[in-house]
């Protein structure tokens, strides 16, 4: 019976499901953590009787023919980047992006790692960095006497100096763009790498076209929403016990028919 396999497709597939949305919550306090989508496709077709196939010796073709589904799998899952909620920490090096755009971050390795998470901080050093001590690109060192730090919407970092006036330049964030966001790898910390499915980054200056501006003293919070998650976990749960349902009369059925005599 084709009814046990494609069940057991459907259970493993709302399995999936039930993870996705599970990381969801688990995610709904991280800074500017995106939520994910499961994506199902159906799987290949048995063509018991083929479509268009001629019934005849006169020509006459089927017009729909017999085709049995055999289930369902995971296509894909898909990382929605839409624009969190604004928090406000009234930490000077606290950023959120407005619009689209990351943060450029060295990573040990040499390259670079994109985040959206601007809980920036400084190392001995007095570097902004990473709350894992990553530097931030371009690299921008606050000096030691600086009285307090601004940083505008198009990313320029200014400093107040003790017994100066005027403020200093310090330093210009910047922002990278992808044309497929979709298609960046996620590696846990808030960051992300470029793939060839993102394409390259493009980068700019906050506030150019096609690019977000920063909100200084704010983050990003996630963009989950708990009630859709929770509505969307019972149905995934209602759909995980249809399949076990199938399974069961299925296995009912071949025990009515060893049972015959």
């Known amino acids: 019976m084709r009814s046990l396999n494609i069940a057991a497709t459907g259970m493993l597939a709302q399995q999936t499901n039930v993870e996705v949305i599970s990381n969801n919550i688990a995610n709904m306090n991280t800074t500017a953590y995106s939520r994910r989508r499961p994506e199902f496709n159906d799987l290949l077709y048995q063509n018991l009787r083929r479509v268009g196939a001629n019934s005849s010796d006169t020509g006459t073709i089927v017009p729909a023919g017999v085709q049995l589904g055999l289930g369902v799998r995971t296509a894909a899952v898909y990382r929605i980047a839409e624009q969190g909620s604004m928090l406000n920490t009234d930490n000077s090096l606290d950023l ?6 990351y943060f450029r971050v ?8 994109y985040s959206r998470d601007g809980s920036f901080q400084l190392s001995a050093d007095r570097q902004i960095v990473t709350h894992n001590g990553y530097s931030v690109t371009p690299g921008m060192t606050i000096p030691a006497n600086a009285v307090s730090v601004s940083i505008n919407a198009s990313g320029q970092v200014l400093v107040k100096i003790d017994g100066q006036v005027t403020p200093q330049n310090i330093g210009q964030f910047d922002l990278a763009t992808f044309a497929n966001e979709s298609g960046l790898e996620a590696i846990g910390d808030n960051m992300f790498l470029e793939t060839p499915a993102s394409g390259q980054a493009t980068v700019s200056t906050p506030g150019q076209l096609g690019y977000g501006t920063l909100l200084q003293g704010f983050l990003e919070t996630s963009n989950v929403n708990v009630v859709s998650e929770v509505t969307n976990l019972i149905s995934a749960q209602r759909a995980y016990e249809m399949n076990s349902k199938v399974i069961k009369t299925s296995d009912e059925m071949m025990g009515s028919v060893t049972q015959l005599k």
């Open 106 to 113: 060295r990573l040990p390795n040499g390259d670079y790692g």
């Open 96 to 101: 959120a992006v407005q619009g689209k755009g």
